[in-house]
């Protein structure tokens, strides 16, 4: 079965791999020493039914189309993300798409991940304009994006950018629909359901994590109490320059204060939150039906099929399945919603 994958940094592997802490300095040693946390079939192999191949072979993954370009300084500094995430911050072999391939039989051999960190809804074309070439093959395309559509700098701002989410959702499905005009084989287009963002607000669970953050041993409720910088101490000590800590590790207060910012702290935040993720799944499965209905010959033709999965609607997570930054998913985290994603594929193609 080959794969195509379109989200954000949690079909990347991003912040998974169990060395990557939340320190400052930890990182800065690691882009200084050049060397890319190595996967090992020993952190992931005790995730996997033992009939599952591992193979850790290099995921294919794809660079910005010169379509996107949009100005040099905009293109030279996507780039220049890309390279840092892929070297040292995504594990995409610890990813649930390349556990989920095991699944199917594959190890990882027949997955194209074109998922980029920070990416929103409309970024969905883009990236499968990338991957053309791998969708002439694919059996599954996925499109899952988890979280940054719900980022903004407070309520008002997130309002308006989900003013416009329903048109923009359902414009990029017809344009990627197009993209499959002619294929010789069926393809499905799966749309796993919006995770419950809130838990990393709320549930006690992820909240009491015990985790090493600039170099001291804290719970993420307190690392979330401290916007994600370092605490007085180190401070002082000088081990975390002060301004880099807004930078490395990318600091989720300051990129999504509407989920981890002071605001978050408020219960009715919470519930805030709660209602649009609701939102979202209403309207992917109602824009999913419309289309279904309104381009139905086409689909028929071209041998696309649309399936929304409700199993990820109702994931929980736990401390372990949460890697050390708090808010991405650890290995253990990643196969869970593997697992969930394959039993109800299982229950599809019955």
């Known amino acids: 079965m080959k794969v195509v994958i379109l989200g954000d940094s949690l079909s990347t592997g991003a912040a998974t791999h169990p060395s990557l802490v939340y320190d400052t300095k930890m990182l800065l040693d690691l882009f200084l020493s ?4 190595e996967a090992s079939t020993t952190d992931i192999s005790p995730f996997l039914p033992s009939q599952a191949p591992i193979e850790l072979t290099k995921i294919k993954t794809f660079w910005p189309d010169i379509q996107e370009f949009a100005g040099g300084l905009d293109w030279m500094l996507k780039n220049i993300n890309l390279a840092l995430a892929r070297h040292y911050l995504n594990t995409e072999e610890y990813s649930w798409g390349a556990i989920l391939s095991s699944y199917l039989g594959q190890g990882g051999q027949e997955l194209a991940i074109a998922a980029e960190n920070g990416s929103r809804i409309d970024a969905a074309y883009n990236q499968a304009f990338r991957a053309k070439d791998a ?4 059996d599954y395309l996925f499109v899952f994006f988890t979280g940054n559509d719900l980022c903004a700098p407070n309520n008002d701002f997130l309002s308006l950018n989900l003013s416009d989410y329903s048109q923009t959702f359902k414009k990029n499905i017809l344009r990627i629909s197009r993209l499959l005009e002619g294929r010789s084989r069926p393809i499905k287009i799966v749309f796993p359901g919006f995770l419950q ?3 990393l607000m709320s549930r ?3 909240l009491d994590k015990k985790v090493t953050a600039f170099g001291q ?3 993420c409720r307190d690392l979330r109490e401290a916007g994600f910088v370092a605490g007085d101490k180190k401070r002082k000590d000088k081990e975390n320059p002060y301004l880099l800590e807004y930078l490395l590790p990318p600091n ?3 990129l999504c204060p509407t989920i981890f910012g002071s605001l978050a702290k408020n219960s009715d935040q919470v519930t805030y939150i709660a209602n649009k993720v609701r939102f979202i799944r209403g ?9 279904e209905t309104n381009e139905a010959e086409f689909l028929q033709k071209n041998q696309v099929t649309l399936h929304y999965l409700n199993a990820t609607e109702n994931l929980l997570f736990n401390g372990e399945e949460i890697s ?3 808010f991405h998913l650890s290995i253990a985290g990643q196969a869970k919603l593997a697992r969930v994603i394959f039993e109800e594929l299982s229950e599809i193609e019955r």
């Open 34 to 37: 050049g060397q890319r946390p």
């Open 135 to 138: 969708l002439k093959e694919a």
């Open 197 to 199: 963002l809130q838990q």
């Open 204 to 206: 006690d669970e992820i």
């Open 217 to 219: 041993n804290v719970s």
């Open 252 to 254: 989720p207060a300051f």
């Open 283 to 291: 309207e992917q499965q109602r824009i999913i039906k419309e289309v």
């Open 324 to 326: 050390e930054d708090c």
